[in-house]
């Protein structure tokens, strides 16, 4: 059974904080790692994707992986309250076939 | 990025009735995947949707019950037959592509009564 482990939360941290998202995943085959942002009522919206072990970073986002661990982190950096959302860790399995296999979210919220 | 177009974005139905949902993307994509994700959970995958073959079916999902239609590479259509209130959810569609990452339709919410 393959699966994406994330704390549910939820996350709060004040305005101007780091938030750290965490995820776990159990295939060490695994390839494409993604982590998604949900705003409640809306569908998920791509933040971060992650192929290689390493940081990789985008504006205030930074998406970590570690494959020895497989263990996948997004550190958001300067937190704003318009990131309180559901972020959604999402791994592909199955390389060429696709289909994404979502952890259950954590809820972040950032505090004013 | 692909834009992905969904509708109806919501839809109150009766129970024992159909409902289509329709997914246009405003390119040809390989793969298209449909998502059901109930109220305070995940998204889980229903089926990928196969251009020119019946679609492929995630465990505890059957073609009865949610029939897919790809009849090409910009469209897809997901039914759920004989709704029941636990058909209740959001039902999202996506695309793929292994080079690049997946998207999203702004999903349909479904409440059956």
């Known amino acids: 059974q393959k699966e994406v482990e994330q704390n549910s939360g939820p996350l709060s941290v004040p305005e101007g904080a780091i938030a750290s998202l965490n995820c776990t995943y159990s295939?060490?085959?695994?390839?494409?790692f993604f982590w998604y942002r949900q705003y409640s009522g809306k569908s998920p919206e791509l933040i971060m994707s992650?192929?290689?072990?390493g940081d990789k970073e985008d504006g205030r986002f930074t998406a970590q992986l570690n494959k020895a661990s497989q263990y996948v982190s997004l550190l958001i950096r300067d937190s704003q309250p318009s990131d309180s959302a559901t972020y959604l860790c999402?791994?592909?399995?199955?390389?060429?076939?696709?289909?994404?296999?979502f952890g259950k979210g954590t809820k972040l919220s950032v505090k004013p | 990025s692909a834009v992905i177009s969904q509708k109806p974005s919501r839809d109150i139905c009766q129970r024992g009735t159909s409902l289509t949902i329709q997914c246009q993307v405003d390119?040809?994509?390989?793969?298209m995947f449909w998502y059901r994700q109930q109220p305070g959970q995940s998204l889980t995958l229903i089926a990928t949707a196969n251009q020119g073959s019946e679609a492929t079916y995630e465990s505890g999902f059957v073609i009865d019950k949610f029939p897919i239609s790809r009849p090409n590479l910009t469209f897809s259509t997901l039914t759920v037959s004989n709704m029941s209130p636990e058909d209740s959810s959001i039902y999202l569609c996506s695309d793929y592509d292994p080079n690049t990452e997946a998207f999203f339709g702004q999903g349909t919410r479904l409440t059956v009564v």
């Open positions: 390119s040809q994509v390989t793969m």
């Open positions: 295939d060490r085959g695994s390839q494409s």
């Open positions: 992650i192929y290689s072990n």
């Open positions: 999402a791994v592909n399995y199955g390389g060429s076939q696709g289909n994404l296999i």
